[in-house]
């Protein structure tokens, strides 16, 4: 009898301590390392969610947002996937771009280097041009870059990126060549843009809706026009099909203990469902996606394979 007691007595203990652990995480604040520029897509989503996922957590659950920019998102993507695996390093991730940065470079990291906790938005890419370029329809643009072939410069975040992916489509569908001139992320690439420094640039819809009247936004890459900006056609509408954009979510490194990953995964899965969060996202033109776990590591791997199949037809190195 004694023996029944004391089994009972360890086991209810080894349960309370489990559930203590569990509730502990997190014990110190959260890191996120952004691998691009503050002000872009992706650090202006780490920035909006961040609160919300310290809400979902709970227990005085703190994010710190660090910036870490260059090698087209390499750099931070790389730092978050050598981190220790104990939950207080996390790391946004950006699709088709992380995976392309496995096929053209040795990157220091594959696709089984994260744990993949939640995509949350899916971009979609429009073309914009300097309102000094003269470029102010997609005609004019398609007509120039025809005429003379290298002569527009086109600014971009980073190249085997979304953006690069939307431009090598757009070659290939109008017989075009464009000048690339990449930045350390979108926000350097619309400063340019807005200082006629580029002719054009291939961004987000996001990054450009506060700008709209200061540049000249030729389309929208969907199939259907963007609750963000109604008004403007899709490239599909100007007979020119195209569609892509950037996804943008969280990873942490591989090996994240099955309680703390546990516990993430359902912060993130909360953010689709929560209004507050979806109103904060709507007002940076953000369009919301929530992907989590096993089916964004399903994703990123059907985007890896995507990527390298342009790869083997347009090498962009």
């Known amino acids: 009898m004694l023996n029944i007691f004391k089994k009972t007595a360890i086991a209810g203990a080894m349960i309370l301590s489990a559930g203590a652990a569990l509730a502990e995480y997190p014990e110190e604040p959260i890191e996120v390392i952004v691998g691009y520029s503050a002000g872009g897509g992706t650090d202006v989503m ?65 696709r089984d280097s994260f744990t993949y906790l939640a995509n949350v938005v899916n971009d979609p890419n429009v073309i914009v041009t300097s309102k000094e370029s003269g470029l102010d329809t997609l005609d004019k643009l398609l007509e120039e870059a025809k005429a003379n072939p290298l002569a527009v410069t086109v600014g971009m975040s980073s190249l085997g990126g979304d953006d690069h992916f939307a431009l090598i489509k757009l070659q290939q569908a109008t017989d075009t060549e464009y000048t690339i001139v990449p930045f350390k992320g979108s926000a350097p690439a619309r400063t340019a843009l807005l200082g006629g420094h580029v002719a054009m640039g291939i961004l987000n819809i996001s990054e450009v809706a506060e700008f709209q009247d200061q540049l000249n936004v030729l389309g929208v890459a969907t199939d259907e026009r963007s609750q963000f900006a109604p008004d403007l056609p899709t490239f599909k509408e100007q007979g020119l099909d195209l569609v892509n954009g950037s996804m943008r979510g969280f990873i942490a490194p591989a090996g994240l203990p099955e309680d703390v990953q546990a516990k993430l995964i359902d912060a993130f899965s909360q953010l689709s469902d929560d209004q507050e969060f979806l109103d904060a996202m709507a007002a940076t033109a953000n369009p919301v996606e929530v992907v989590t776990g096993e089916e964004f590591k399903q994703l990123t791997s059907d985007l890896y394979d995507l990527a390298n199949g342009v790869w083997q037809t347009t090498p962009w190195n």
Do not use: C, H, W
Not at 85 to 108: K, Q, V
């Open 46 to 110: 780490a920035r909006t969610a961040a609160p919300f996922i310290e809400k979902y957590l709970g227990d005085g659950a703190s994010l710190v947002v660090k910036n870490m920019p260059g090698a087209s998102g390499q750099i931070g993507v790389t730092e978050a996937a050598n981190a220790d695996p104990d939950g207080y390093t996390l790391g946004t991730f950006n699709l088709p771009g992380m995976m392309a940065r496995t096929i053209d470079r040795e990157a220091g990291y594959d």
